[in-house]
């Protein structure tokens, strides 16, 4: 018996690149939970600064923490890296830039002793920030729930989506011999790997909790955010997301198709960032080419408009009018540029 290896509760899995200057807040937050039994790996995704020399001296002074160094890839892949050397019951993901409250552990333990979930989901605190000042912050939650069956669980993942629950990984916790079993795993991209993600595993909730409690700080600057940055590819990973979605479950069809927009014009927003490289003409033809796409003109056709500004997006995109598009996107650019918080606060209106 004391050849045995006790299996660690939880694994947590962190992706880090250049992260010198955060980096040790969240680890000790993790280091100071009140919860012990669990591993920590940290996979630093080829940082360029001081992260690896700090990530190195936390695990000489702890055997819980496991650092993984791999050439830089992108968060989806350095999660992967972390999920193939979990060895725990339960998979939890952070952030490099986020802390967890000194119970966030032995809260999710206390749930999971009451029944075998296959999934948790959290309510979560976003703030609003506008580089180290606090705009605002809401608590992102629903009320508490047990949901019992598959069925059920697909019959409220549009109201979780709605309220902003079900995109992200890190007000979860997921069943590591799920993941393990059925090779779920994220897409090398740099958006919606984690929709993807959540989706693919979503296929194998059969017991959920949905608890009220706020288990996680989720800090968001607009003017760095994704929202704000061109992806080439970004549109087509939206595709993949609400096929995929499609596929997984029919039920609340029109209000996918609403979220779905939403996701369109997010795609849309960026054209006007001064990374985006596009020249005007080309600029006008990726616009004409999402508004011409079999999705959107599909999703256009079903989409739910209860809400202005549903109504409002849906009617940019039936029009197909480029420049009708292109002049009201760049008029929400700047808005989120300008003010990070009305942004977000249309954002949860949508």
């Not at 995929?244 to 939403?262: D, I, M, P, R, V």
């Not at 959107?296 to 409002?312: F, M, Q, W, Y």
């Not at 650019?333 to 209106?349: A, C, F, G, H, T």
Request: proline residues 2%; hydrophobic residues 40%; contains cysteine.
């Amino acid at each position: 018996m004391n050849g045995l290896i006790k299996m660690p509760f939880f694994s947590i899995v962190m992706p880090v690149y250049n992260s010198e200057n955060s980096v040790a807040k969240t680890i000790d937050s993790v280091l100071n939970q009140d919860f012990k039994n669990f591993e920590f790996i940290i996979v630093n995704d080829g940082s360029t600064d001081k992260t690896l020399s700090i990530l190195k001296g936390y695990s000489n002074m702890d055997d819980r923490i496991l650092v993984k160094t791999i050439e830089n890839s992108g968060p989806g892949k350095a999660r992967n890296s972390g999920i193939e050397e979990a060895s725990g019951e339960f998979l939890f993901l952070l952030d490099a830039d986020d802390q967890l409250a000194k119970d966030t552990l032995s809260s999710y333990y206390n749930d999971l002793e009451k029944d075998d979930y296959d999934l948790i989901i959290s309510s979560y605190l976003l703030q609003v920030m506008d580089k180290d000042i606090l705009l605002s912050e809401k608590k992102i939650g629903a009320a508490y729930q047990e949901i019992k069956d598959h069925e059920l669980f697909l019959d409220n993942i549009y109201s979780l989506m709605n309220k902003q629950l079900m995109y992200v990984v890190w007000n979860k916790i997921y069943k590591l011999s799920i993941i393990k079993e059925e090779n779920i795993r994220f897409r090398n991209y740099s958006s919606c790997e984690d929709r993807l993600f959540n989706i693919d595993y979503f296929h194998h909730v059969e017991n959920c909790l949905v608890t009220d409690k706020i288990m996680y700080q989720y800090s968001f600057d607009g003017k760095k955010s994704l929202t704000n940055k061109f992806l080439v590819n970004k549109f087509d990973t939206f595709v993949e997301f609400r096929r995929s979605l499609l596929a997984l479950t029919l039920k609340n069809k029109q209000g996918t198709e609403a979220l779905f927009l939403k996701g369109v014009m997010s795609c849309i927003i960026p054209v006007h960032s001064k990374d985006c490289s596009l020249s005007f003409k080309e600029k006008i033809n990726y616009i004409k080419n999402i508004l011409n796409s079999k999705d959107v003109i599909e999703a256009c056709n079903d989409s739910l408009t209860d809400s202005p500004i549903r109504k409002l997006t849906k009617l940019l995109f039936k029009s197909k009018l480029t420049l009708l598009n292109y002049f009201s996107s760049m008029m929400m650019y700047y808005l989120s540029v300008l003010s990070p918080r009305m942004i977000e606060k249309i954002k949860q209106s949508f």
